[in-house]
Structure formats: structure tokens, C-alpha cells
């Protein structure tokens, strides 16, 4: 069976913060952490969905937030999921949902979305261009996280190097 194929167009979400509730019942359900609160966590905004308006036409059946389908990605290999293991991991998992900044009672979408985002990620440079952003942005966190661990010393200074012990 065939899907028919509508063009997709991007209605940008920037900015999307996790509603309060997912991350109340993530938090309390999971006060170690997961995976995916980890990357929501230390990787938000390694990239929004105005990185990806030129793959999109302007006008068209509006599509699913192409951040949140990167992200889902980055999940998927890091926890070896296939893609109706992640989408299903999205439909009930409530780490997936604080990943993705959606509500608990948001639906997530079919399987067949991610493939249909890696065909589009496949196109020319756009995979170069999205580890761009995320080597970008994960330097930058882990800037961040060194300045949380040691806020005496300011982002960018060198550490003096150890004295020698003296006899």
C-alpha cells in the first residue's frame, strides 16, 4: 500500500519549552534520569526548526516539527531503536515526550515519518549541516556544563598551570 505523498511545509515551533506537567510526571517518574532526559537536558537547542525551513516548501499540508524528528533520530541510535520502536517510544514514553518538549497526551505520529525525514536529511549537505549544529551546540554545552562545575573561573580563561611541590 502506497501513502499518497502531499507536500509538507514547516510551521516553525521555536523557542518550545516542555510543558510543565511532562516534566513534573518525567521528573517524578524517573528521578534518576533517562537517556532522553539527559539529551533534552544538556543538548536543547542544538538546533530549532528555522535550521531546517529550506527543506520545506512554503505552502503545502502543514508538517511535523523537524527538530523534534532530529531528536527523535539522535534517541533512536542511541538506544538502537527502529523507527516503529521509536515512534511507538514517543506514543507512550514519557522521557520521549520531556525530550520533545510535547504534551502527555500528544499522539506522536507513524512510524513512516522517520524514514521520510532521513530521505529529506539524505538530500545534498543537510547531514552535514545538522552535525554542524550539533557539534556547535554540544560544544557549547559542554562550555556551559564546565563554567556550572566551576563558576571562580571565567569561560575562556586558561587554568594556571600547578606550582611545583616544593621540598
Known sequence: MQLSRCPLSLRPRSGEQVPPLTAQVARASNPGGTTAIWVRDRLDGLWCDEDFADWY???????L??????TVCVLQFLLGLSDRQAAEAVRCRI??????AMELDD???HHSVLADFRDRLAEGDRADR??????AGSSKATRASRARRNPRRAPGVPRRPAEPARR
Not at 65 to 70: F, G, H, Y
Open 130 to 135: 545538522l552535525l554542524d549544529l550539533a557539534l
Open 95 to 100: 522521557d520521549f515526550k520531556y525530550a520533545m
Open 65 to 70: 516539527s523537524p527538530a523534534q524528528l532530529a
Open 57 to 63: 516548501p512554503r505552502d503545502g499540508r502543514p508538517g
Open 107 to 109: 499522539p506522536g505520529f
